[in-house]
């Protein structure tokens, strides 16, 4: 076939498809679904702690108009603890954004089942329960090294402990650096951004033992004098939110989906327990 015929019968060709394709284009009338602020609340009770602790903010709607600030505490809410012991109002503090109370009006207690509730000044409601792990699980060891990988150095963590035995547990494992700088007299305690979360699931009441990085290029220098390893013996419900929010990936397109994890019903968020056993390792 002489090759000037070819050439027109292949732009005559692409002249036909970009006509159907143009021709099928239709402006698309999509009714976008209704969404609503729902409240954002985050709450972690512990019996180390000295003062109880409410967040409560409102979310940013998907769809609809963006202009609510979510870091905005909402501070006419009405917010009650709740347990066996009886219950206790949270009063909102506007310098910190919390509603709050001390330890000591309301003793947090091993074991015990606690309630959440919140009553909008909208009408709405909101709720949570979450249940206090039943001890501390102390840290039999801990120890690190620093590894050289790749042209750059990182810690590898090492902690073993003692799973109690008597229930299911929960675990999350983090480190601290501690420095001091020789221009003031603080400690400056540094988040080293190493974390682990673990289970004692086919392992329970055995001596388990775990390990974690910290982030490359994390190597001690003379400022640092001790590293406190932090193992948080945690509710199921503050190990599930951590899980989803460790598998969560931001801005990355390639990443699977992942819900984070809430227990608040009516709202988003988290209301879980825990408790700390430390293991200081000196430098």
């Known amino acids: 076939m002489d090759l000037q015929i070819l050439k027109t019968m292949k732009g005559f060709v692409l002249f036909i498809v970009l006509l159907f394709i143009f021709a099928c284009e239709k402006e698309a009338n999509i009714k976008l679904p209704d ?29 609809g108009e963006q202009n609510i600030d979510i870091t905005d505490p909402v501070a006419d809410a009405t917010i009650l603890l709740s347990s066996s012991q009886g219950n206790i109002t949270l009063t909102f503090n506007p310098q910190s954004g919390y509603y709050q109370t001390l330890s000591a009006n309301y003793p947090i207690y091993f074991g015990e089942t606690y309630k959440l509730s919140i009553n ?14 039943d001890n501390t699980v102390p840290i039999s060891n801990a120890s690190f090294q620093i590894i050289k990988e790749n042209y750059t150095e990182y810690k590898r963590f090492k902690v073993s402990f003692i799973d109690d035995p008597s229930t299911v547990n929960f675990y999350r494992i ?22 682990a979360l673990y289970t004692d699931e086919g392992h329970n009441g055995e001596l388990l033992e775990t390990g974690f990085n910290t982030y490359y290029g994390d190597t001690n220098n003379d400022s640092t004098v001790a590293h406190d390893v932090l193992l948080i013996n945690c509710s199921k419900d503050y190990y599930l939110f951590y899980k989803s929010f460790n598998n969560y990936q931001e801005g990355n397109p390639f990443a699977e989906p992942s819900l984070i994890y809430t227990n608040i019903k009516g709202g988003l968020g988290v209301f879980a327990a825990y408790s700390r056993s430390k293991y200081r390792i000196n430098i």
């Open 174 to 195: 983090s480190a601290i650096k501690l420095q001091v700088y020789s221009w003031q007299n603080d400690t400056i305690r540094t988040e080293t951004f190493a974390r």
């Open 120 to 133: 909008l000044s909208n009408g709405g409601y909101v709720e949570a329960i979450t249940k206090m792990p």
């Open 35 to 63: 969404t609503k602020s729902q409240p954002v609340v985050f709450c972690y009770l512990s019996p180390q702690d000295t003062v109880i602790r409410v967040k409560l903010t409102m979310s940013q709607p998907l769809f």
